[in-house]
C-alpha cells in the first residue's frame, strides 16, 4: 500500500479519502494554525449574521467560527466542495459553490456584488497562503461589493514535517508546501496538490504530478490513487 503524507494539520478529515482509495495517509503536518483572539471572532460572527452574502474560501473558516453551529442563515459562496459541504454541516445555506479559486468565484458572483454587504473572514497576510490570488481577490471585493467588511481570522506557519518514510505527498496550501522544504526535498516522491496557488508553489521546485480536478482532498486521494496504478 503507497503511503502518503498529508501535511495538512486536519489529519483526520483530510486522511480519510486517501485510506477510502486504497493509499496509507501519513500524518506529516507542515503547518501550525494562530486563530485571531476571541474578540475578533465574534466581531465576524455577528457581522456574518447581517450581511447579504458570506464568502468563505475553505471550511477551516467554518471551524474556526461556528465549531459547534449554527452558522447564520446569510446566504454562503464557497470555495470548492469540501468548504461547501462544511458550510451544510454547520447549518449553513449554500448559495454558490465555485470549482475553482476564490478569484474566480468572485468573477461567477459578478454583478451581484453591487449592491451586497460582503463579509469575507480569510487567513492573515503574513501567511504563505495569502499569495497573489488572495490579494487579487481583496482588490476585487474593495472594487465590486456595495460594502465589504474583511476579518483576518487565522495565519499559518510553516512547519518542518517528521522524518517517516513516504513515496508520495499531499499538499493543500502553499504554505505547506513551503514547510516541507524547512527539511525535505520532493526527490522521487509523487506529488499531489490542490488549488492554483499550491499548484504555482510545488512548480517552483518541479511540476506536480496529480492536481485535484476539484478543490478537495477527495479529489486530490482519487486523482492519486489513479495515477498510481497507472505508473506501478
Not at 19 to 28: D, H, I, N, T
Request: charged share 20%; proline share 6%.
Amino acid at each position: 500500500m503507497t503511503r502518503v503524507a498529508i501535511t495538512t494539520d486536519r489529519f483526520e478529515s483530510a486522511g480519510r479519502p486517501f485510506r477510502r482509495y486504497g493509499l496509507e495517509p501519513v500524518s506529516l503536518p507542515c503547518i501550525r494554525i494562530e486563530p485571531a483572539g476571541a474578540d475578533l471572532l465574534a466581531e465576524a460572527r455577528k457581522a456574518a449574521a447581517l450581511c447579504d452574502l458570506l464568502l468563505i474560501t475553505s471550511a477551516r473558516t467554518v471551524d474556526l467560527l461556528w465549531p459547534d453551529g449554527p452558522m447564520p442563515s446569510s446566504p454562503v459562496a464557497a470555495v470548492g466542495e469540501w468548504t461547501a459541504a462544511a458550510v451544510e454541516a454547520r447549518g449553513g445555506r449554500v448559495a454558490l459553490a465555485g470549482q475553482a479559486g476564490v478569484t474566480e468565484l468572485i468573477d461567477q458572483l459578478g454583478s451581484n456584488l453591487e449592491t451586497a454587504a460582503v463579509v469575507f473572514p480569510h487567513a492573515g497576510r503574513p501567511s504563505a497562503d495569502n499569495s497573489t490570488s488572495l490579494r487579487t481577490a481583496l482588490e476585487t471585493l474593495r472594487g465590486r461589493a456595495a460594502k465589504l467588511n474583511e476579518f483576518e481570522i487565522y495565519r499559518t506557519t510553516s512547519l518542518s514535517p517528521g522524518t517517516d518514510d513516504v513515496a508520495a505527498v499531499a499538499f493543500a496550501s502553499p504554505s505547506a508546501v513551503a514547510g516541507w522544504h524547512l527539511s525535505r526535498s520532493f526527490d522521487a516522491l509523487v506529488i499531489g496538490v490542490i488549488g492554483l496557488t499550491t499548484r504555482v508553489a510545488v512548480a517552483a521546485h518541479r511540476s506536480p504530478d496529480v492536481v485535484a480536478p476539484q478543490p478537495s482532498h477527495d479529489a486530490l486521494a482519487r486523482a492519486m490513487a489513479s495515477f498510481l496504478e497507472v505508473s506501478a
